[in-house]
């Protein structure tokens, strides 16, 4: 199996130990004030036991703010860099994804743990004093860097982002925002980059204000010619973000796994595919639409004839972060055409 294919089956497996589990709790939020922190400090966030699928809640405490952070994604941290944390950032794992040109020369400069998901070892190497980012990469698996006890119990804090746990929505960016402010005592950048957010969220909503509600379908492909279908049943975050700009996951409530001829016959309005094309060896989302035309199996659908397929990052779609916004706002461009 290539590269390209191994990073189709982790994300796959990751999706899966994300999405299954325990519902948000919702009152974990940190305040938004922007009162200074003082430590020791102690924040409620995240564990799952080896092999299990429920997330349950633990606290972290911090003697200080972090210095040494390893962030498992992209995602991560770009989220760090926008908070003005770049000098506690000691590594950064799953390096692949579409880039915010708005911390690209920062990113540039961070030490690059690995293109692919990074191990435990790897995260290890850096001696971090925090390791933060998604969820579902804190597993002893090689692909993940390790488990939240195994961490803890090594004397290493972690930080299981809130939008990669079931029952999130788009508003637990703004969480994650807050709790991170107050991790680090940067209250008011943390402050103003949640109200860029929301003043672009407003402004999206805004513009789709008048738009009638559709289904759509995600397929999840590496070969333009084999059609997958992903339902995201428990992807609370995903299919959160899509009903921003009125589009409903027309599989979130479906059972079990879904067939191509499930697919036609319930034959969504439009069809969400991923760009892959900044993960070398990978195929584009173009090149996706444009199999996905040729097949004459789907040939019935209105998604095909309408010519309502679209392709989004990997990072839009599953980096469980701000970036879903960029990905919706140019989304909605495209079917504005």
Not at 87 to 114: P, R, S, W
Not at 117 to 142: C, H, M, W
């Amino acid at each position: 199996m290539n590269k390209w294919g191994k990073m189709i089956g982790v994300g796959l497996a990751v999706f899966t130990l994300s999405a299954c589990g325990n519902t948000k709790d919702e009152g974990t939020s940190a305040s938004s004030s922007q009162a200074e922190s003082t430590y020791p400090l102690t924040i409620s966030n995240y564990t799952k036991a080896e092999g299990g699928t429920q997330w349950t809640a633990k606290d972290q405490t911090f003697n200080e703010a972090p210095k040494k952070v390893v962030a498992n994604t992209r995602p991560a941290a770009e989220l760090l860099l926008h908070l003005g944390l770049k000098d506690q950032i000691a590594g950064v794992g799953a390096t692949f994804g579409a880039a915010d040109k708005e911390v690209a020369a920062d990113y540039a400069e961070l030490n690059d743990l690995g293109s692919d998901y990074i191990s435990k070892e790897t995260a290890l190497s850096v001696d971090p004093d925090l390791i933060f980012g998604r969820g579902g990469l804190f597993d002893n698996q090689d692909w993940g860097v390790g488990t939240v006890d195994s961490l803890n119990e090594m004397g290493i804090p972690t930080y299981v982002q809130e939008t990669s746990v079931t029952g999130a929505t788009f508003d637990s960016v703004y969480q994650d925002i807050e709790n991170l402010g107050k991790l680090f005592n940067v209250p008011e950048a943390a402050a103003a980059f949640e109200k860029e957010l929301k003043d672009r969220q407003s402004a999206l909503e805004e513009k789709v204000a008048d738009k009638e509600e559709q289904t759509f379908a995600h397929l999840f492909m590496s070969d333009p010619s084999v059609v997958s279908v992903y339902a995201a049943q428990d992807e609370s975050f995903f299919n959160s973000n899509f009903d921003m700009i009125k589009l409903n996951n027309v599989f979130q409530d479906y059972s079990g796994e879904v067939s191509v001829e499930t697919l036609i016959e319930t034959d969504p309005d439009v069809l969400i595919v991923g760009d892959w094309s900044t993960i070398e060896g990978s195929v584009s989302g173009q090149e996706i639409i444009e199999g996905l035309y040729k097949n004459d199996k789907l040939s019935s659908m209105k998604a095909i004839k309408n010519k309502q397929v679209y392709s989004m990052d990997y990072n839009y779609l599953f980096g469980y972060g701000y970036q879903a916004l960029t990905g919706l706002e140019e989304l909605v461009e495209q079917m504005a055409q």
